[in-house]
């Protein structure tokens, strides 16, 4: 890379110097720089030798630093502590995208297939490790009744840019007090089915014995008189 027209308090950005901005963006040539491909977006980011830039709106570069390579991120989904759900009376979802370079990714929940952006909180931005390898949380918080119910999934999905991949992670809704479950409803229904022929069995054989007890009443009566 080569120096541009840079005179004055223009932005200089070298491996020696601090990184300014102002008027002009301006390179100094640099030792060992491995050219990696650039991405284009919204919002601009510029990364140079471990360092970030952010600059006006429309457009994200990278430059690859030496020794790494593009990484997607792996992706766990973490279901809500029992502990929580019972106390707080509410269920928390995490999501934890790690060990991916570079740190250019989209993290989104969905429910039922519906994204959900109610109740979701990400991290700000990627957090950097020791090993140049960035992670991302995301929590998703639901109502107890929400969570208990199997027939509700809960998605996370990562997209990962510079490989165009999404990484998906789902889980569903457990069974519990105040849930409503497709066995358990199954149950209740053959329960309340069954209850409902039992009486009006027994209503129906109630309703046989009193006539017949009644007719037998009116003939020992009749011969009575006779």
């Known amino acids: 890379m080569h120096r541009s027209d840079c005179d004055g308090d223009q932005t200089l950005l070298s491996p020696r110097t601090p990184l300014w901005t102002t008027k002009r963006l301006c390179v100094w040539p640099a030792i060992n720089v491995n050219r990696g491909e650039a991405y284009?977006?919204?919002?601009?980011?510029?990364?140079?030798?471990?360092s970030v830039l952010y600059f006006g709106k429309g457009t994200k570069v990278s430059v690859i630093e030496d020794g790494l390579n593009i990484t997607e991120p792996n992706v766990a989904l973490f279901d809500p502590s029992p502990h929580e759900v019972k106390e707080r009376r509410s269920a928390t979802l995490v999501c934890l995208a790690?060990?991916?370079?570079?740190?250019?990714?989209?993290l989104s929940w969905s429910v039922n297939g519906v994204e959900r952006t109610e109740g979701v909180k990400t991290d700000d931005h990627p957090t950097r490790g020791s090993d140049k390898m960035y992670s991302l949380s995301s929590r998703l918080r639901l109502s107890k009744k929400e969570w208990?119910?199997?027939?509700?999934?809960?998605?996370?999905?990562?997209?990962?840019?510079?490989?165009?991949?999404?990484?998906?992670?789902?889980?569903?809704?457990r069974?519990?007090?105040?849930?409503?479950?497709?066995?358990?409803?199954?149950?209740?229904?053959?329960?309340?089915?069954?209850?409902?022929?039992?009486?009006?069995?027994?209503?129906?054989?109630?309703?046989?014995?009193?006539?017949?007890?009644?007719?037998?009443?009116?003939?020992?009566?009749?011969?009575?008189?006779?």
């Open 40 to 50: 284009f977006g919204q919002g601009t980011k510029l990364t140079v030798l471990g």
């Open 98 to 106: 790690a060990k991916f370079y570079p740190d250019h990714v989209v």
């Open 148 to 173: 208990l119910n199997p027939q509700t999934t809960f998605r996370c999905k990562v997209y990962f840019d510079p490989t165009k991949q999404n990484i998906i992670k789902e889980t569903r809704g």
């Open 175 to 226: 069974e519990g007090c105040g849930g409503v479950t497709t066995e358990s409803f199954r149950k209740s229904a053959n329960t309340a089915k069954f209850t409902y022929v039992l009486l009006i069995t027994k209503s129906a054989f109630y309703g046989l014995l009193v006539t017949l007890i009644a007719w037998k009443i009116k003939l020992h009566g009749g011969k009575h008189f006779s």
